[in-house]
C-alpha cells in the first residue's frame, strides 16, 4: 500500500512538472497555426500575383505558348505561391513557437521575480487576497516592462496590425513596396524611348525608391525596437493568467517535495523503529539510508 501511495505521489509529481515546464502550452496551439496560416497565405497572395501575371504575360507570346502547354503553364502560375504558403508557414510556426517559449520562460521569471520581490517588500504578514491582488499587480508590472504597448480592448485597430506587420516582416514590405514600384515606372514611360533607356532610367528610378523604402522601414524598425509591439490588454491579461499558473505549479512543486519528504522520513522513522526491536544495530545502516534518500 505505502508502495502505491509513493507510486501515485510520483506520479502527480512528474504531472505537475510536464505542466509547469513546458515551454509551448497546448491550450495556445491554435494561436500559433492561426497565426501561421495567415502568414502563409499573405505571402502566397503576394507572390502569387506577379507569378500569375508573369505568365498571362508570357502568354502573349507565340513561341511561349508552342513550348509549354496548359498543365505547364498552370504550374509555373501556381507553384510560386504554393512554395512561399508552405515554406513561410513552416518558418512562421517555428518563430512563433520560440516567441511562445519566451514569453514562457518571461512569466516563469516573472512569477520568481514577484514572489522575491514581495518576500522582500512586505513586512508583515498578508492574508490570501492581499497576496494575490499583489503577485496580480507585480505581474502587471512585468508585463508592461517586457517591451510592449498595451492597448485597451480585445482586438487591435488596423493601424496597429499592420505597424506589427511591418515590424515582424520588413522585407516582405519591402518587396510588397519595390516590386510594384518597379513595375509602375517601366510602364509608366508609355514606350516613349527605346527600351534600352526605359530599363536604365527604371533601374536608376527603382533603386531609388527601393532605398528610400528600405531607409524607411529600418527606421521604423528601430523605433518599434524602441517602444516595443502592439498587444491588446486581452493579452496582457493572458500573460498575468500564464504567470498565476506558473506560480501555482511552483507551489505545488514545493508542497509535493515536502510530502515525499515527509512519507521519506516517516519510513525511516519505521524503519528503525523495526530495527530497534528487532536488536540490531541502526547507526551506521540508517545514516547511509538518509544519505541515499537524499
Known amino acids: 500500500r505505502k508502495k502505491k501511495n509513493y507510486k501515485q505521489t510520483t506520479n502527480t509529481r512528474q504531472l505537475v512538472r510536464n505542466r509547469s515546464m513546458s515551454l509551448t502550452p497546448k491550450h495556445r496551439e491554435s494561436e500559433i497555426t492561426t497565426t501561421a496560416f495567415q502568414d502563409a497565405m499573405t505571402t502566397a497572395v503576394m507572390i502569387g500575383i506577379p507569378s500569375i501575371g508573369a505568365v498571362l504575360l ?7 505558348m508552342k513550348i509549354t502547354n496548359a498543365s505547364s503553364r498552370t504550374a509555373l502560375a501556381i507553384m510560386p505561391p504554393m512554395f512561399s504558403f508552405a515554406f513561410t ?3 512562421k510556426m517555428q518563430h512563433r513557437m520560440h516567441e511562445v517559449a519566451q514569453e514562457t520562460e518571461h512569466a516563469k521569471a516573472s512569477a520568481a521575480w514577484a514572489e522575491k520581490r514581495l518576500l522582500e ?3 508583515q504578514t498578508l492574508s490570501q487576497k492581499e497576496t494575490e491582488a499583489q503577485l496580480t499587480d507585480l505581474y502587471k508590472q512585468s508585463v508592461q516592462e517586457s517591451g510592449v504597448r498595451i492597448v485597451p480592448g480585445d482586438s487591435l485597430s488596423v493601424g496597429h496590425k499592420m505597424a506589427n506587420f511591418c515590424y515582424e516582416n520588413p522585407l516582405k514590405v519591402l518587396a510588397g513596396v519595390g516590386i510594384p514600384s518597379f513595375a509602375y515606372i517601366f510602364y509608366g514611360q508609355g514606350g516613349q524611348q527605346s527600351l534600352q ?4 532610367h527604371t533601374r536608376v528610378m527603382g533603386q531609388f525608391s527601393v532605398i528610400l523604402g528600405l531607409l524607411s522601414i529600418m527606421g521604423f524598425k528601430a523605433w518599434m525596437d524602441v517602444n516595443g509591439k502592439y498587444i491588446t490588454e486581452f493579452e496582457a491579461d493572458m500573460r498575468v493568467e500564464e504567470m498565476r499558473r506558473m506560480r501555482e505549479g511552483l507551489v505545488a512543486r514545493l508542497e509535493l517535495g515536502k510530502k515525499e519528504r515527509e512519507a521519506q522520513k516517516t519510513l525511516l522513522e519505521e524503519a528503525h523503529i523495526r530495527d530497534v526491536a ?6 551506521k545502516k540508517h545514516s547511509v539510508a538518509a544519505i541515499d534518500s537524499i
Open 58 to 64: 508570357a502568354s502573349r507570346s507565340p513561341k511561349f
Open 278 to 283: 528487532a536488536g540490531v544495530d541502526t547507526s
Open 121 to 123: 517588500t512586505s513586512k
Open 197 to 200: 533607356m526605359q530599363l536604365l
Open 89 to 91: 508557414g513552416e518558418m
